[in-house]
């Protein structure tokens, strides 16, 4: 059971990750990104908004994950 409780913490941290990211992905400009960041150009203007979705909905779906398993455990009769 230890190990659940593991992977349910990892899962909050990068839901909670993932939406920062999401957040500076429609805040800051491209060029405003940082250098790991996917979508960062020098000299751009652009917001990558698409990337901020994708970002935001895999920190949901990790939410979930961790929401799951975190309910009531199935007795065996």
């Known amino acids: 059971m230890p ?3 593991q992977l349910v913490a990892l899962a909050v941290v990068l839901g909670i990750a993932l939406v920062a990211i999401a957040v500076v992905y429609w805040v800051e400009p491209a060029r405003s990104l940082p250098s790991f960041f996917p ?3 020098a000299g751009s203007s652009h917001h ?3 990337h ?3 970002a935001v909905l895999v920190g949901l779906a990790c939410f979930a994950f961790a ?3 975190t ?3 199935k007795r065996s009769a």
């Open 3 to 5: 190990y659940r409780k």
């Open 39 to 41: 979508g960062h150009e």
């Open 48 to 50: 990558h908004v698409k």
């Open 52 to 54: 901020g979705i994708a």
């Open 67 to 69: 929401w799951f398993n």
């Open 71 to 73: 309910g009531p455990k």
